[in-house]
């Protein structure tokens, strides 16, 4: 992961510390979809609710990877609450763990 290229999205950051590190500092969508029309291969989005919340709001995403784990916590956040779109996604893979841990892939 250290030597893999890496874009961070901040509102604070001007410089990195990190090797193989950029941020962007334009708009959400715009830097997205700079991204995928540059070369090299998938990107991966990490970080929390409200970004992943933002990405989809934005329509940014072409594969999700949905873990559902068999707990029960009573309330959090929605990452779909801001949504005022239909997609319909196509389940191509899903995968048990001993854990209880089940992961399924969704295409657009």
Do not use: R
């Amino acid at each position: 992961m250290v030597e893999a290229d890496k874009v961070v999205f901040s509102k604070t950051l001007d410089k990195s510390e990190w090797k193989s590190t950029e941020i962007a500092k334009g708009g959400l969508k715009n830097e997205i979809e700079k991204l995928k029309k540059s070369e090299g291969h998938d990107i991966i989005a990490y970080g929390g609710g409200e970004f992943v919340s933002s990405l989809i709001q934005e329509n940014l995403i072409d594969e999700y990877y949905f873990f559902i784990n068999p707990s029960i916590l009573g309330s959090g956040m929605t990452i779909f609450e801001k949504v005022d779109y239909k997609t319909d996604l196509k389940l191509v893979e899903s995968q048990a763990y001993d854990c209880g841990i089940t992961v399924l892939k969704y295409v657009k």
